[in-house]
Nanobody, 118 residues
């Protein structure tokens, strides 16, 4: 099992920025794919951004051009830089791993709350 710990959430005004961090208990390059998901109240969990070990990224249409996923291999940490935040970005954000690239999201963090005020 891979232990994931997120941090960096908080309350921000519309148009503001936040950077989320997710630290892994395993060497990050041993994990084929990592992603950020979010879940807003009353809505299904959705993938926000993903990053493969080969540096391929993918973003949800709703965050393209505003969010950037990246990692620091030395720190075993995944990041999500969120700019130009909107109230609809309000959600609990989760870090997850697909260890072998099989589209099986086996490990999840505890989540970090992001609230964007209008």
């Amino acid at each position: 099992q891979v232990h994931l710990v997120e941090s960096g959430g908080g309350l921000v005004q519309t148009g503001g920025s936040l950077r989320l961090s997710c630290t892994t208990s395993r060497y990050i390059l041993d994990l084929s794919v990592m992603a950020w998901y979010r879940q807003a109240p009353g809505k299904q969990r959705e993938m926000v951004a993903r990053l493969t070990v080969g540096e391929t990224t993918m973003y949800a249409d709703s965050v393209k051009g505003r969010f950037t996923i990246s990692r620091d291999n030395q720190k075993n940490t995944l990041y999500l830089q969120m700019n130009t935040l909107k109230p609809e970005d309000t959600a609990v954000y989760y870090c997850a791993t697909d260890r072998y690239g099989l589209n099986r999201w086996e490990d999840w963090g505890q989540g970090t709350q992001v609230t964007v005020s209008s």
